[in-house]
């Protein structure tokens, strides 16, 4: 998707695959038949760069069809290179504006608590994006409001759009800032499918704090040449990059 339409942030998509699978897999309570059931978790991407993971997993679950994945990026098509929900069924909310989706998803948990509803609201973030203190205000606002059912999901690949995240602005010590704040802090192993599940789908914390899970990812996960890279931020794969990508990616699953 993203070679073909000249986007970029595969990186940053890697490093998020494997929490979009067990979300879209097991965890989110979802219909494509019924993108808006009331009922539905919502999950919004506050890391709205790598859309193209959500665009992918969403063809998986049935919201659209696999064929429209190819139209990723170009012009006139839908599948923008930042997540867009306009026309696209299961998209709770356009985002890449970093450091607002927490705000959003904590808003749309807190009127569900005021309405008396019970579905769960996630929220994919990147660690760059925790620079922010908008960030940290939607964190104060969570705790205070004990919105349970919204869980904040940390992509921590240590890596953000210029330079390695310690060296741009260190968040460590990362969880007990969390902690510090209200929160339930649960970590994870990033791309291991039973630790992500284990955590993302605990119940709710019995004294209706807010869940943070904090995923240790790598970014570019699965492409030997883009692991742990500030390269592949920005970078699109073509010609021979493409091909040794594909031929990593095909050659492990």
């Known amino acids: 998707m993203t070679s073909r339409g000249g986007s970029s942030h595969v990186g940053a998509v890697f490093s998020m695959a494997d929490i979009m699978a067990v979300l879209?897999?097991?965890?989110?309570?979802?219909?494509a038949a019924e993108p808006k059931s009331p009922g539905r978790d919502r999950l919004i991407?506050?890391?709205?760069?790598?859309?193209?993971?959500?665009?992918?997993?969403?063809?998986?679950?049935?919201?659209?069809?696999?064929e429209q994945l190819a139209t990723h990026y170009k012009d006139g098509s839908k599948l923008s290179g930042h997540v867009s929900h306009k026309g696209i069924p299961g998209v709770e909310f356009s985002t890449g504006s970093l450091g607002h989706g927490l705000g959003v998803a904590a808003g749309m948990a807190f009127g569900a608590k005021l309405d008396g509803k019970a579905h769960r609201v996630f929220c994919v973030m990147s660690d760059g994006e925790c620079?922010?203190?908008s960030v940290w205000e939607a964190v104060l606002f969570a705790a205070h409001h004990k919105l349970g059912r919204l869980i904040a999901v940390i992509d921590y690949n240590k890596i953000q759009s210029l330079a390695p995240v310690p060296e741009t602005i260190a968040l460590e010590p990362f969880a007990a800032k969390w902690t510090a704040f209200g929160w339930r802090v649960l970590e994870s192993a990033g791309h291991e499918a039973a630790a992500l599940l284990s955590a993302l789908d605990a119940p709710p914390d019995a004294e209706g704090r807010p869940t943070v899970v904090i995923a240790h990812t790598t970014k570019g996960k699965g492409v030997s040449f883009m692991e742990n890279s500030v390269l592949w931020h920005y970078r699109t794969a073509r010609g021979a990059e493409f091909d040794a990508a594909l031929a990593e990616l095909e050659g492990a699953s």
């Open 24 to 31: 879209y897999g097991g965890v989110l309570r979802l219909d």
């Open 131 to 133: 620079d922010e203190g």
């Open 45 to 66: 991407l506050s890391k709205g760069h790598a859309g193209a993971g959500v665009y992918a997993a969403l063809a998986e679950r049935g919201f659209l069809p696999v």
